[in-house]
């Protein structure tokens, strides 16, 4: 069971710029599938980015060009660099895992990830 903790949310105005980060626990990520994964009111949760052990990264149509998923192995650390911020973008942002180090285009859902951060909150102003 890795534990996942996640910081960097905040509310900025449309344009802006914040870096998620997500500290791990029990478990290498340089190792593992790293996610996000965002949630809007009444909405489902939504796969945002992955990395693989590789380092090669996958993004939703909806952030490519504008999000950066990295991941520092010495610090155990995912981050998620978010640029041009648009309001749409107003979620909770969640890091999580699955187990096995390659991610699968079939497990960006939910239920393809094991372990999960408590998330946190961005909002984008207009």
């Known amino acids: 069971h890795v534990q996942l903790v996640e910081s960097g949310g905040g509310s900025v105005q449309a344009g802006g710029s914040l870096r998620l980060s997500c500290v791990a626990s029990g478990g290498t990520i340089s190792r593992r599938c790293m996610g996000w994964f965002r949630q809007a009111p009444e909405k489902e949760r939504e796969w945002v980015a992955d990395?693989?052990?590789?380092?090669?990264?996958s993004y939703a149509d909806s952030v490519k060009g504008r999000f950066t998923i990295s991941r520092d192995s010495a610090r155990n650390t995912l981050y998620l660099q978010m640029n041009s911020l648009k309001p749409e973008d107003t979620a909770m942002y969640y890091c999580a895992t699955r187990p096995g180090s390659a991610c699968y285009a079939s497990a960006r859902t939910p239920s393809g990830y094991k372990d999960w951060g408590q998330g946190t909150q961005v909002t984008v102003s207009s």
């Open positions: 990395i693989d052990s590789l380092s090669y990264s």
